[in-house]
């Protein structure tokens, strides 16, 4: 028992990275849809370049949306119209006339004139009501047929002219009266009917609604079968019209086949293998070019949680409406993992998503195509993303290749730009909007992660923080080599392309271990006394070593990243106090020399290892008397050389043509620091 607790304790972190694999494939998985996919890709105007084509099933060949929604059109113009007679108001309006009328013609005495009268309103009246008052106007032709309600049964069929638009009653009534005998009686008739005329016919808009849906209903989608081994098209045969109605229609009945119990088992097992392939790939890429990363769960769990969620967020605007597929922001993956890590894991990672991502888009080699191109954008363009102008530069840049790209596909596949949808232009600036959201979502996590980036690197970097003015309070000396040793690092690590704010942030926070014990290190010795004097050797290198001990226990205790932690652990990697093991090496050769050592570890990384390189340099220059560019070359080349003897950069990924790069900038930076000019002969 005792024994497999052991084994698997000690294989934890390869067991823990199996249970992740295998629960990100089967969410992956799980996210995929649910239907078959054509295995075939083709283009409108293309040749087919696939093998002879025959119909593996029995299916209906569909119609085009174009001619769909032409047979919409041509049914809503067709489909009937309701309008609904309201008979009480129109007996309400003819007894309202009687009463009217005698009150506006009072002034007529004679009775002839004014059954005369009387008789022309009623016969303006009747013609008026004929078919129906409406109350405004709508938008239909003047010969489409209205079917009339009366009572709620359709009573007859007018054409929509007929109708009366009670807005019109002025101009109507006045051509009327005018075209008469009796126009001297025009203020009267215009004042009778604005009186009386009141509309009687709504249009019904749920029953034509209805009926409009209804024979929309009945629309037939498909227009021809063809039968299972039929011919559907031949290799080389140019992709287009019958052929390409037949083969969009073969397309979406596979899209359209939900899984069955028969093939279900088969897809999803086919589904698994495909994606454990793709991540498979991303896991051995970590192990052989990031080994650092590979050992670290967090880390690895971090990129496995951006895939994940990456996949998640395209599958839900997917399943919601697939025309907003380009405004998810997929080049927030390869800015997150460069400012994480770096710009080669970036774009491996995301090129991985998006291979998987394939599954879930329609168009998937140009969706492809649009997010790897992006994703390379957004790797080469930011390079410094603390600096906020430089994301909002590279988010624009982004977005024009996106709307560069789309529209060479879309003029690829239509030949012509009729039909380009403007609106997905609008799309990728949404996109590039979102991907702004990267620096809160960066700081996110760092905290969720405890991960560090650029961005808090840069905050790090000021001196004004609590912990480097308490080190420069109490060991001013040391803040001073602190900011010399920054300068030099930040300058090797430029020169040979590594992490130059880390390394800047390493250097500063190196020494910090010094502030409990400031006066045993001569940087701090400002009044000539040496606390040494009074101490044996080992005990003052004892003294010496625990500044790395207590520097890390002090970053600890700030919360500082364990990358920052990391340079000052190894700073001095596993080398001796030299000058303390030389002095107990005067007085016995028998005591351990492993009390004069460092603990380690040596550095691992360039930039532990510029960092080493800069300390040593910067701390034993001070003891060079009269320094020329001789002298400075020997010295530099001698402290390097003895690092390199005592193997202290063996477990760090750096060149002799990096260290011979190191040096020459160390050279170069120390003449400036001791103003040496050129002799001139004279």
């Known amino acids: 028992m005792d024994q497999t607790l052991n084994k698997f304790y000690k294989n934890h972190n390869l067991l823990y990275k199996v249970l992740l694999f295998v629960a990100t494939t089967f969410l992956i998985v799980y996210l995929f849809p649910k239907s078959g996919t054509f295995r075939y890709s083709f283009e409108k105007g293309k040749p087919w370049q696939s093998e002879n084509l025959y119909a593996p099933f029995d299916f209906a060949i569909q119609k085009s949306d174009q001619a769909l929604e032409e047979e919409r059109l041509q049914i809503s113009k067709e489909s009937p119209v309701f309008f609904e007679v309201d008979t009480a108001k129109t007996t309400q309006v003819f007894r309202n006339f009687d009463a009217v009328f005698e009150r506006n013609f009072l002034e007529v005495k004679d009775p002839k004139l004014t059954e005369e009268l009387y008789q022309f309103g009623a016969q303006i009246l009747s013609e008026l009501y004929a078919s129906g008052v409406l109350p405004e106007g709508y938008n239909f032709d003047s010969e489409r047929l209205i079917s009339v309600l009366v009572n709620k049964t359709q009573n007859k069929s007018i054409p929509y002219a007929d109708f009366f638009l009670q807005t019109d009653l ?21 004042s009778l009917f604005f009186d009386i005329i009141k509309p009687n016919t709504t249009y019904n808009t749920s029953l034509t609604e209805s009926a409009l849906k209804d024979r929309i209903g009945r629309i037939v989608l498909v227009r021809g079968r063809v039968d299972k081994g039929t011919l559907i098209i031949s290799k080389g045969e140019v992709v287009q019209g019958d052929k390409l109605a037949i083969l969009k229609s073969l397309e979406s009945e596979y899209a ?13 097992a086919a589904y698994t293998v495909l994606v454990a392939l793709a991540l498979l790939m991303l896991l051995l890429f970590l192990r052989k070019y990031r080994i650092e990363i590979f050992s670290n769960n967090t880390k690895v769990t971090f990129i496995f949680f951006n895939i994940a969620l990456m996949v998640l967020l395209t599958t839900l605007v997917v399943n919601y409406n697939s025309a907003y597929i380009y405004a998810v922001p997929l080049c927030i993956l390869p800015l997150v993992l460069k400012a994480f890590f770096d710009a080669r894991l970036g774009l491996f990672t995301h090129v991985v998503t998006v291979l998987l991502l394939g599954f879930v888009v329609a168009n998937n080699y140009e969706y492809m195509f649009l997010q790897i191109i992006a994703g390379i954008v957004t790797i080469l363009t930011v390079s410094e993303l603390y600096k906020r102008a430089n994301l909002f530069i590279s988010v624009g840049q982004i977005t024009l290749i996106y709307i560069i790209s789309y529209f060479a596909f879309f003029v690829i596949h239509e030949g012509s730009i009729d039909g380009l949808k403007w609106e997905n232009f609008l799309l990728f600036v949404l996109c590039g909007l979102a991907t702004l959201f990267v620096q809160p979502l960066i700081y996110a996590y760092e905290k969720l992660f405890g991960l560090v980036s650029d961005l808090s690197l840069l905050e790090l970097s000021d001196t004004n923080s609590k912990l ?68 044996s050797p080992k005990e003052s290198a004892q003294i010496i070593v625990d500044h790395v001990i207590k520097g890390v226990e002090l970053a600890k205790k700030y919360n500082l990243p364990d990358r920052v932690i990391d340079f000052i652990r190894t700073h001095h990697g596993t080398s001796y106090v030299r000058y303390f093991y030389n002095k107990q090496m005067e007085l016995t050769t028998e005591f351990d020399p492993s009390d004069f050592m460092y603990n380690g570890p040596k550095p691992f990384s360039k930039e532990t290892a510029i960092l080493m390189m800069c300390d040593s340099v910067e701390a034993a220059s001070k003891s060079l008397k009269d320094p020329t560019s001789t ?31 190191i040096k020459k900038v160390l050279k170069h930076k120390l003449a400036n620091m001791y103003h040496l000019r050129i002799e001139y002969p004279e």
């Open 256 to 268: 359209s086949q939900v899984w069955t119990k028969a093939n279900y088992v088969w897809i999803l």
């Open 170 to 190: 002025k101009s109507y009534i006045e051509t009327k009266v005018r075209s008469s005998d009796y126009d001297a009686y025009l203020p009267s008739y215009l």
């Open 468 to 535: 480097l003015k308490e080190l420069s309070d109490k060991a001013p000396g040391t803040f001073h080599h602190s900011l010399n040793v920054a300068n030099l690092a930040e300058a090797s690590a430029n020169e040979i392309g590594a992490n130059a704010m880390l390394v800047r942030v390493g250097a500063l926070y190196h020494d910090i271990g010094k502030m409990s014990n400031p006066t045993y290190f001569t940087e701090n010795q400002s009044t000539g006394t040496n606390p040494h004097d009074e101490l």
């Open 631 to 661: 002298k400075i070359n020997a010295f530099v080349d001698t402290i390097v050389a003895n690092q390199i003897k005592d193997a202290q950069f063996l477990n760090a990924n750096i060149t002799f043509k990096e260290l011979e790069s």
